[in-house]
């Protein structure tokens, strides 16, 4: 095996492979067969061929079950990655101990712990959900501890992204084509989901080439969730809804955009969900004869429309939208419109609130908003709470 990095290639033949491919750049292993192994790759290419086989050496964590214990068929909490993609019962899981030849007070042991882990068995979660979750928990550390409820969760991650995609085509409408926008014509929202997505972007290639996976997954995951999903997809709706024409044909476009680049930042973590929505996204047919699959796209880089100041303000604005909500969940019955009054503590609140009245609007599911320095303006029977130096959020019961 420590022949492995330039044996394959046809040494000691000068191969064109060999000359090709060694020495290589990266070695990814796991910590507990870094002397057993890699040490003995280095010191055989050094003595056979004079170099070593690789520059860096990427060790993987170890995956534990979720209480921390290495996994033992003994323990019953060996967990198959199959099992977790096609998903499988707990009489299933029973029946895989068959196959461990424990005894009886072994076997008996490992049944009550998958009972205990896995009452319901584990459900399918899909190959995209298992991969990405291990590329999130990936944050250099020695150990995992595999909690197939968090892949369940990014499972749902993925049916978050399916059906903001099937609203952003049926919004699409007949005959689009995507065409370049021209940024300073763009709304303070669309700006906004352009800065966010090239920081996603940052991060991305940044943790590529320092190897951290698991910040990679938390942007693009954040990207995905929180700004273009809960955020920017829930501004655009009303413009929808509108007779705006010109509004809505650059918010199709600005959508287009974070659709096609979000999909290639995600497509090395969930390949098979990304390809398949790539394919249903309505380019131009001589696209598809450049670029026939996303897995031969281009990774996005330096889109450069990163605007600090701009996401600020939106980041003010949403803890404002969150006091709102978390108002009327105490205090309104669900799905409820209120009147909802914001009395500013600073003019320079006042007017970046009122910059963002209509977002603010939307988002907080508000019926009116009024938005003032002047505290006076408030009615008679609000709830009433403040968000710090910003403002005094009151709504009307």
């Given at each position: 095996?420590?022949?492995?990095?330039?044996?394959?290639?046809?040494w000691?033949?000068?191969?064109?492979?060999?000359s090709?491919?060694?020495?290589?750049?990266?070695?990814?292993?796991?910590?507990?067969?870094?002397?057993?192994?890699?040490?003995?790759?280095?010191?055989?290419?050094?003595?056979?061929?004079?170099?070593?086989p690789?520059?860096?050496?990427?060790?993987?964590?170890?995956?534990?079950?979720?209480?921390?214990?290495?996994?033992?068929?003994?323990?019953?909490?060996?967990?198959?990655p199959?099992?977790?993609?096609?998903g499988?019962?707990?009489?299933?899981?029973?029946?895989?101990l068959?196959?461990?030849?424990?005894?009886?007070?072994?076997?008996?042991?490992a049944?009550?712990?998958?009972?205990?882990?896995?009452?319901?068995?584990?459900?399918?979660?899909?190959?995209?959900?298992?991969?990405?979750?291990l590329?999130?928990?990936?944050?250099?550390?020695?150990?995992?501890?595999?909690?197939?409820l968090?892949?369940?969760?990014?499972?749902?991650?993925?049916?978050?992204?399916?059906?903001?995609?099937?609203f952003?085509?049926?919004n699409?409408?007949?005959?689009?084509?995507?065409?370049?926008?021209i940024?300073k014509?763009?709304?303070?929202?669309?700006?906004?989901?352009l800065?966010?997505?090239s920081?996603?972007?940052?991060?991305?290639?940044?943790?590529?080439?320092?190897?951290?996976?698991?910040?990679?997954?938390?942007?693009?995951?954040?990207?995905?969730?929180?700004?273009?999903?809960?955020i920017?997809?829930?501004?655009?709706?009303?413009?929808?809804?509108?007779s705006?024409?010109?509004?809505?044909?650059?918010?199709?476009?600005?959508?287009?955009?974070?659709?096609?680049?979000?999909?290639?930042?995600?497509?090395?973590?969930?390949?098979?969900?990304?390809?398949?929505?790539?394919?249903?996204?309505?380019?131009?047919?001589?696209?598809?004869?450049k670029?026939?699959?996303?897995?031969?796209?281009?990774?996005?880089?330096?889109?450069?429309?990163?605007?600090?100041?701009?996401?600020?303000?939106?980041?003010?604005?949403?803890?404002?939208?969150?006091?709102?909500?978390?108002?009327?969940?105490?205090?309104?019955?669900?799905?409820?419109?209120?009147?909802?009054?914001?009395s500013?503590?600073?003019?320079?609140?006042?007017?970046?609130?009122?910059?963002?009245?209509d977002?603010?609007?939307?988002?907080?599911?508000?019926?009116?908003l009024?938005?003032d320095?002047?505290?006076?303006?408030v009615?008679?029977g609000?709830?009433?709470?403040?968000?710090m130096?910003l403002?005094?959020?009151?709504?009307?019961?």
């Open positions: 095996s420590g022949l492995l990095p330039f044996s394959t290639f046809g000691p033949e000068e191969t064109l492979e060999l090709a491919f060694y020495p290589n750049t990266l070695l990814e292993t796991g910590y507990d067969i870094l002397f057993f192994w890699v040490a003995r790759m280095i010191m055989l290419s050094q003595q056979l061929t004079g170099c070593i690789f520059k860096n050496i990427m060790l993987h964590s170890m995956i534990r079950d979720s209480h921390g214990r290495k996994m033992s068929k003994s323990l019953g909490n060996i967990i198959d199959i099992d977790v993609i096609e499988i019962d707990l009489q299933g899981l029973h029946k895989q068959s196959l461990y030849n424990l005894d009886s007070g072994e076997l008996e042991k049944m009550k712990g998958q009972a205990k882990d896995f009452p319901s068995g584990i459900p399918e979660c899909g190959s995209d959900a298992l991969r990405f979750t590329c999130a928990y990936s944050g250099f550390k020695k150990d995992i501890n595999l909690d197939v968090r892949v369940q969760g990014y499972r749902c991650f993925c049916n978050k992204i399916w059906n903001c995609f099937r952003s085509l049926s699409f409408g007949d005959g689009f084509t995507f065409s370049e926008f940024y014509n763009l709304s303070l929202i669309d700006r906004w989901i800065s966010r997505l920081y996603a972007e940052e991060i991305a290639n940044s943790s590529f080439s320092n190897y951290d996976l698991s910040s990679a997954t938390t942007s693009i995951y954040n990207f995905w969730l929180y700004d273009f999903c809960d920017y997809i829930e501004a655009l709706k009303p413009i929808f809804y509108s705006n024409s010109e509004k809505i044909h650059t918010s199709r476009q600005v959508m287009f955009f974070c659709l096609h680049h979000g999909l290639c930042l995600l497509h090395p973590f969930m390949p098979f969900l990304t390809e398949e929505l790539y394919q249903r996204l309505p380019f131009d047919p001589s696209h598809f004869q670029i026939p699959s996303i897995c031969v796209a281009h990774y996005p880089h330096n889109l450069g429309q990163r605007c600090q100041s701009l996401e600020d303000e939106i980041s003010s604005v949403m803890s404002t939208v969150n006091i709102i909500r978390s108002l009327k969940t105490d205090y309104v019955p669900t799905k409820t419109k209120v009147n909802v009054f914001l500013c503590h600073s003019p320079e609140v006042n007017q970046t609130y009122n910059q963002f009245h977002l603010i609007k939307t988002l907080s599911n508000s019926s009116e009024i938005i320095t002047d505290a006076s303006m009615p008679v609000c709830v009433t709470t403040t968000n130096h403002c005094d959020v009151h709504i009307l019961l």
